[in-house]
């Protein structure tokens, strides 16, 4: 997977992350810096791109 493909993010992730760059941006944070931000989070949440389904979180 190439840097910046988000193809390997379940749906669910990529609303989370939608969500935090809205709230960085709503704060004064630059667009680019926001959806850097954003997927900082989603991946330190959820440990990265989609998981196998067995409950884990």
Do not use: C, F, L, P
């Given at each position: 997977?190439?840097?910046?493909?988000?193809?390997?993010?379940?749906?669910?992730?990529?609303?989370?992350a939608?969500?935090?760059?809205?709230?960085?941006?709503?704060?004064?944070?630059?667009?680019?810096?926001?959806?850097?931000?954003?997927?900082?989070?989603?991946?330190?949440?959820?440990?990265?791109?989609?998981?196998?389904?067995?409950?884990?979180?």
């Amino acid at each position: 997977m190439s840097r910046g493909d988000k193809s390997a993010y379940t749906d669910k992730q990529k609303r989370k992350a939608e969500h935090i760059e809205d709230s960085y941006e709503n704060r004064g944070v630059s667009e680019k810096e926001a959806e850097r931000r954003a997927w900082a989070t989603v991946n330190k949440q959820d440990g990265g791109g989609k998981k196998d389904g067995s409950g884990r979180h």
